[in-house]
Every structure is written in C-alpha cells, then in structure tokens.
C-alpha cells in the first residue's frame, strides 16, 4: 500500500468514478448512522417479537459493516473512515453499556474484516493507530461488565492477530462431511494404527462376498385380493350395479 494519499487507500479514477465513490460514499454513511442505534420502537416490543426484530437489526448492522470493511480493502473509499467507524461504534457501545454489547460485536467483526489487509502494511502511515485499537479491545476483553460471549469474541479478535490472521481450527470442530479414506488417514496418523474393518463391514462396502443370512430374503409377494373385498370400497366389479340403484334412487325422487 503507497503512502499519502494511496495509503488513505482511496483509488484513483475518472470524473464518473469520483462520482460513483461520491454517491456510494453517501449510502455508506446513510446505512452506517441508520444501523449504529438500534430502532426507536425495539423496547417496546416483548417475547419473540422483540427477540426477532433485534437480531434481524444486529444482523443488519454485522452485514452492513462488513460491507465497508470490504469496501475499504478494496480501496474504494478512504482508509480515515475505518477509524470514523471504529470511534462511532466504541463511542455508543461504551455510552449504552450493557445495551450496547451489539456495537462492540459490530467492533469485532470490523477488524475481523480489515485486520488481515491493514494490520499488516507494514508502510501505512496510520498502522500504529490501528494497532493502538487492537490494545483497547484486549483491555476492554478484561472488563466484566460486558457479557461472556462478547468478551470471547474480542479474545477470538485477538487470538486471531496473534496467528497472523490464519483461522485456526480448534480440536472438536466440526468441520463439515468427511470422506472415509481421510477419517482412516486421519486415525492412522493419531493413533499410528490401522482401522480393521469387520467381516460384515467388507461385505456391505462389496469387498468381500456375502454371508448367508446377512442379506434379508425377499419376502413373498402378497396375493391379489378376493373380489368381494374391492366391493367394500366401491371397486370397478360393483360400480355398474351401484350406478343403477343411484339412477333409481333419483328417479324415484325427481320423478
């Protein structure tokens, strides 16, 4: 990243993308101010209503924030509104206390977003005060007034850093399907041992013939029903007969 106005990390354009970053520029600080308090009528709202209406804000606000985070890497607008940003969010979380846990999320995942491009240009000129931020949030990740899980998203911020922005898979993760052979790879190289399958596992993979009476023997066809039976639910046998009583029936009546 070049220095000076490169490193506010603003291209440079056309009359036409001056006016695009403009307007987009405009949106940005629309959504942003729009997402940085929650709606005027959330506390008055009780039970599922109110738990639906806040994560669908706090969702808002995670994806709008993610957007200028990207918006920033690509250099489309200027790098002093990641601290804009950063100063707006810490400001009000710290104003609402316990309410505003939400914006100290928005933090996290803010620097989540940008952390891997800034946090390393090593020829930025304002590395240091973004780096001043990362020491703000371990100080505020020690502070009890704010819940558990928020305190554990600064600490994953900051263990993240410390790895270089590398996402680390912990131990126990679920990572999604795995196929067999890297299971049997993955056992082998943990335990140093074979998985031995069983004879009744090689035969339902097909590597090994069947046993007798592992299969299930096809059970014998179920004979077709007594005519008399299709009568009981109006079957094709009696529908002719039925016809003609119900003809009958309303001739007797319209007659």
């Known amino acids: 990243m070049d220095k000076g106005d490169k490193a506010d990390g603003q291209k440079e354009g056309t009359e036409e993308d001056k006016e695009f970053r403009r307007i987009l520029l405009n949106r940005c600080q629309e959504s942003f101010e729009k997402y940085l308090k929650p709606p005027d009528n959330l506390n008055d709202l009780t039970g599922d209503d109110y738990t639906e209406a806040y994560f669908k804000y706090k969702n808002q606000m995670l994806g709008n ?24 969010l810490w400001h009000y979380g710290e104003k609402q206390g316990k309410q505003g846990e939400a914006q100290f999320e928005c933090v996290c995942t803010f620097l989540t977003t940008i952390g891997p491009v800034y946090d390393v240009a090593q020829d930025w000129n304002r590395r240091a005060d973004l780096q001043q931020w990362f020491h703000k949030l371990e100080e505020k990740s020690r502070d009890e007034n704010l819940g558990i899980r928020v305190r554990c998203l600064m600490k994953d911020v900051l263990d993240l850093r410390a790895n270089g922005w590398r996402q680390v898979v912990k131990p126990g993760k679920v990572q999604g399907p795995s196929k067999l052979r890297d299971i049997h790879r993955q056992h082998v190289e943990e335990k140093g041992e074979d998985i031995v399958l069983s004879k009744t596992n090689l035969e339902l993979r097909g590597l090994a013939p069947p046993s007798e009476g592992l299969l299930p023997t096809p059970s ?36």
């Open 220 to 255: 014998a066809a179920p004979e077709p029903p007594a005519a008399d039976e299709w009568a009981t639910v109006g079957g094709r046998k009696n529908k002719p007969a039925q016809q003609a009583a119900a003809a009958a029936a309303a001739a007797s009546v319209w007659g």
């Open 65 to 88: 924030i993610k957007f200028v985070g990207q918006l920033l890497i690509e250099r489309i607008l200027s790098a002093k509104l990641l601290f804009v940003c950063l100063d707006e």
